[in-house]
């Protein structure tokens, strides 16, 4: 089997791309190139039913639907849908060699470790955990073994009231998945909306002390991120976003050092 660099992009609303906009895409010819999967939405964690997913199957890059939200919430703000920083960060990484890249998305809006959704064994949790592993066995019957490169993870807001118990849960839920996937040294890269609240820019703090101290963690600063009016990041904002994460997890290994500061990488180029 021929290896693919599998990354994942998990967290919250801002991971989702609640306030983006499909029609906004920039396009971009490498998008074919990357393989897809994703689940993401409103919780409860449906397996696709109502939420706005691939259905257990491998797409490529690009705007993902609004799904079927009658029985639920939005999973997008707009009708037509919209994206995530997946976009950014993989526009990113193919630009800097990882050509053959997969990414797998698990987001859910309004979701957090004090709510009860991220901890090991919360709904999830285990979610993230059940796709992952069907998302490996999917890639392996296209004829592709995946190796597990990166965590992507934009989430805090909805735990700004109980940062006491956010880096014990935030490590928690790391040890978990690296133990899981028997992937000690596995990168996460982190980051959380800190642009308009007062209380996220707490958040963005604790994420910042975090990694200085945590094993292969960076916290990315969202600072001039563009913002939707109602606090997500716009269209502008989430592509943003996912370059920066991407270009901080190209710092890991210092083969890539400074490629992803090259020409195209924002993802607005063709």
């Not at 998990?10 to 897809?36: H, K």
């Not at 259905?55 to 919209?82: D, I, S, V």
């Not at 709510?115 to 709904?123: K, L, R, S």
């Not at 006491?164 to 000690?184: N, S």
Request: aromatic share 8%; charged share 20%.
């Amino acid at each position: 089997m021929e290896h693919m660099d599998l990354i994942i992009v998990a967290g919250q609303s801002n991971a989702v791309g609640f306030d983006t906009r499909a029609e906004e895409l920039p396009p971009n010819p490498t998008d074919t190139d990357i393989l897809f999967h994703f689940d993401c939405g409103e919780p409860p964690y449906d397996n696709g039913l109502h939420n706005s997913s691939s259905r257990g199957a491998w797409l490529t890059l690009g705007a993902q639907p609004q799904g079927n939200a009658a029985a639920n919430k939005p999973n997008f703000r707009n009708a037509a849908g919209g994206f995530g920083p997946e976009i950014g960060i993989a526009r990113t990484l193919h630009h800097a060699g990882l050509t053959r890249l997969a990414v797998l998305k698990f987001a859910y809006s309004a979701t957090g470790f004090c709510p009860g959704h991220w901890n090991p064994g919360d709904p999830l949790h285990r979610g993230l955990v059940e796709r992952y592993g069907a998302a490996v066995t999917a890639l392996a019957g296209k004829g592709h073994a995946a190796r597990l490169r990166a965590v992507f993870w934009h989430q805090g807001e909805s735990d700004a009231n109980a940062l006491g118990e956010y880096p014990a849960r935030l490590q928690a839920f790391i040890d978990d998945l690296r133990r899981r996937w028997a992937a000690p040294d596995l990168p996460f890269v982190i980051s959380v909306s800190t642009e308009k609240w007062a209380h996220n820019r707490v958040v963005g703090e604790v994420q910042r002390t975090f990694a200085e101290t945590a094993h292969r963690v960076a916290y990315v600063n969202d600072l001039g991120c563009g913002l939707h009016p109602s606090g997500h990041y716009d269209s502008a904002g989430t592509l943003e976003i996912g370059v920066r994460m991407g270009q901080a997890f190209l710092r890991f290994d210092r083969k890539n050092q400074g490629i992803a500061t090259m020409k195209g990488v924002k993802g607005h180029e063709g």
